[in-house]
């Protein structure tokens, strides 16, 4: 059975950091691109990052620019997403997923793989 299983959420301050893993079972995916959306109280589900996949393009969403990084170690079959400058606005559910092809996307439609998603909570 292929599954993304997130980890590393929890209950931070302000100005916090996190780091959410991204593990891949069932198969490889180290020719997928891969990303992280995520769906705060009330909202849409977001693109936040994503990653092609050899990790050398990465794409993210303005609202994170500068504070979340994205990356992978494709022999652990693992992404992560390293979270730091937290702010109470990025509190939401976050998900990785992976892409059908190579190319990172910032559209969900394009991801075929998902995960079920790791609780970020961000106290001011």
């Known amino acids: 059975q292929v599954q993304l299983v997130e980890s590393g959420g929890g209950l931070v301050q302000a100005g916090g950091s996190l780091r959410l893993s991204c593990a891949a079972s069932g198969r490889t995916f180290s020719s997928n691109a891969m990303g992280w959306f995520r769906q705060g109280p009330g909202k849409e589900r977001e693109f936040v990052a994503a990653?092609?996949?050899?990790?050398?393009?990465?794409y993210f969403a303005d609202s994170v620019k500068g504070r979340f990084t994205i990356s992978r170690d494709n022999a652990k079959n693992t992404m992560y997403l390293q979270m730091n400058s937290l702010k109470p606005e990025d509190t939401a559910l976050y998900y990785c997923?992976?892409?059908?092809?190579?190319?990172?996307?910032?559209?969900?439609?394009?991801?075929?793989?998902w995960g079920q998603g790791t609780q970020v909570t961000v106290s001011s």
């Open positions: 990653i092609s996949w050899s990790g050398g393009t990465t």
């Open positions: 997923a992976a892409v059908a092809g190579k190319f990172p996307s910032r559209r969900r439609y394009e991801y075929e793989v």
